[in-house]
């Protein structure tokens, strides 16, 4: 399906995100699979006290990167987002290893989500081969992405409106529940003091279930990307930016109180569930507890909304931060065309194969698809810490040039608090991965975790030695509104 082009001009990025848009897509970077299947994960193990203090020290600090984030994409909004930041703000070094790994984990991401997706199907058609229903769910995606960037967005509005919808029906009828309106007798907040309660497993466990934290609000970083091909992104931007609070405040922390509430941290049904298992999930537990017969069936296809949107929103966000590695040449240049329709079409079907190829390895080998899928495991964090380090560099050199913080658009909560506090959080994140290897020496577990690490600092030194690049001085900081190469419509 590629189009030549030999007797073609090229088109521009074109701006037709609207505000609706982008704040979907920031909603459902934050629901996910996470959420409605190993949320109750984490209160089994730290119980609720411990859980919802790990998830709200977690969601501080996705507060404090998004608004980062915002400052920089509402003053420079940009396809490559923190990699072309990175880039202009602190070492082309760095934003060369930062594009790489943010693509490389959402195309090995994308092959993980559909396979999810296929389980899922089985729920009901337990006779039809999981693949078959993966590849209709990776053919689907690509068509979505190929028509134009307005077909991603409008797709990616209503699959986030159908887990908002199920979120909030969750949580009235848990609220229902607690209050002893439906489901028999009130449960109150007795859970909260039963046996160990609140607080199980010490400090150990709260650290525990804040990296578990960290993976379930990944995705949250998606509006930057995004930002390139907003039609208004000073106001669509900050916008959804501003609302992230809210969003981890109602969806998560609240989503776990009532989950809590209603299930003691030692119900068994909390460690078992997964997509293979969708009637172990807490929010089928709940839906039938409140007398909805139905709720398997109704939280499967919830479910396979949100992993459809995953490798949705995933290989949109590669394709465009392969273009943008192509603009800034840090890629072949045939992955920055784009065709008439606002579409980077070389690194849509470029990034398509590299997927197909990765989901086709479970066939041969196994166990090589499991080591691709646990390198991309801290890639996620790595994005989220070249966005502090971005923001840091950025505000520092914006001043050091003379401009005053007056003339942004959007003011980032807490400078420098913020970026420092994210920066220290996700190291200790990627550090505090697997501690227990470690302690054992168990070097092929380490390796299995940490795999991403070695990747990122090869190709950061590479471009490094190879180039000889540098830190760029404060004053020598493009803070120019553009990025090589690349152009827009509207």
């Given at each position: 399906m590629a189009e030549s082009t030999q007797g073609q001009q090229e088109g521009h990025i074109k701006r037709?995100?609207?505000?609706?848009?982008?704040?979907?897509?920031?909603?459902?970077?934050?629901?996910?699979?996470?959420?409605?299947?190993?949320?109750?994960?984490?209160?089994?193990?730290?119980?609720?006290?411990?859980?919802?203090?790990?998830?709200?020290?977690?969601?501080?600090?996705?507060?404090?990167?998004?608004?980062?984030?915002?400052?920089?994409?509402?003053?420079?909004?940009?396809?490559?987002?923190?990699?072309?930041?990175?880039?202009?703000?602190?070492?082309?070094?760095?934003?060369?290893?930062?594009?790489?790994?943010?693509?490389?984990?959402?195309?090995?991401?994308?092959?993980?989500?559909?396979t999810s997706a296929?389980?899922?199907?089985?729920?009901?058609?337990?006779?039809?081969?999981?693949?078959?229903?993966?590849?209709?769910?990776?053919?689907?995606?690509?068509?979505?992405?190929?028509?134009?960037?307005?077909?991603?967005?409008?797709?990616?509005?209503?699959?986030?409106?159908?887990?908002?919808?199920?979120?909030?029906?969750?949580?009235?009828?848990?609220v229902a529940i607690i209050l002893g309106i439906m489901g028999g007798k009130p449960v109150g907040f007795s859970n909260f003091h039963y046996k160990q309660a609140p607080f199980v497993g010490g400090a150990p466990a709260v650290i525990s279930v804040f990296l578990v934290a960290g993976f379930s609000f990944q995705g949250t970083e998606l509006v930057g990307i995004t930002a390139g091909e907003a039609a208004t992104p000073e106001k669509s931007i900050s916008k959804a930016i501003h609302s992230t609070f809210w969003r981890i405040l109602l969806f998560y922390i609240f989503a776990i109180f009532v989950i809590a509430c209603i299930l003691p941290y030692t119900n068994k049904n909390l460690m078992n569930a997964d997509v293979q298992n969708i009637t172990m999930s807490p929010f089928t537990i709940i839906f039938k507890r409140a007398g909805l017969a139905v709720a398997a069936s109704i939280m499967n296809a919830v479910i396979l909304t949100a992993v459809i949107s995953a490798a949705n929103s995933g290989l949109y966000a590669s394709t465009r931060m392969l273009y943008s590695q192509a603009r800034e040449g840090y890629a072949w240049r045939f992955l920055g065309y784009v065709n008439r329709r606002g579409i980077p079409i070389y690194a849509l079907i470029f990034t398509m194969i590299i997927s197909t190829l990765a989901f086709a390895t479970q066939f041969v080998v196994p166990q090589a698809y499991m080591y691709l899928t646990d390198a991309s495991g801290l890639c996620g964090f790595i994005a989220w810490l070249g966005i502090a380090i971005s923001h840091f560099r950025f505000r520092k050199a914006f001043v050091a040039q003379g401009h005053s913080v007056n003339e942004l658009k959007y003011h980032a909560t807490l400078f420098p608090f913020g970026p420092i506090f994210a920066f220290v959080l996700c190291i200790v994140v990627i550090c505090g991965q697997n501690v227990e290897a470690f302690a054992k020496m168990d070097w092929s577990n380490i390796l299995i975790t940490y795999m991403s690490v070695p990747l990122f600092l090869v190709l950061f030194f590479y471009y490094k030695i190879r180039y000889r690049t540098h830190m760029i001085p404060l004053k020598q900081v493009d803070l120019s509104k553009s990025t090589k190469g690349e152009k827009y419509d509207g």
């Open positions: 037709t995100l609207e505000t609706r848009h982008l704040a979907m897509i920031a909603l459902g970077g934050t629901i996910g699979t996470g959420l409605f299947i190993t949320s109750g994960s984490a209160i089994s193990t730290a119980g609720p006290g411990g859980a919802l203090t790990a998830y709200v020290i977690m969601g501080i600090m996705v507060f404090f990167l998004m608004t980062s984030l915002g400052e920089m994409a509402t003053y420079m909004p940009l396809t490559g987002s923190f990699s072309a930041y990175s880039t202009k703000f602190v070492d082309p070094a760095l934003g060369f290893a930062m594009g790489w790994n943010y693509w490389f984990n959402w195309a090995i991401t994308i092959p993980v989500d559909v296929g389980i899922v199907m089985n729920f009901w058609l337990p006779h039809v081969p999981s693949w078959v229903f993966s590849t209709v769910v990776l053919v689907l995606i690509f068509l979505i992405n190929y028509l134009s960037v307005r077909s991603y967005g409008e797709t990616e509005y209503w699959l986030a409106l159908v887990k908002v919808v199920t979120v909030i029906v969750f949580l009235v009828v848990g």
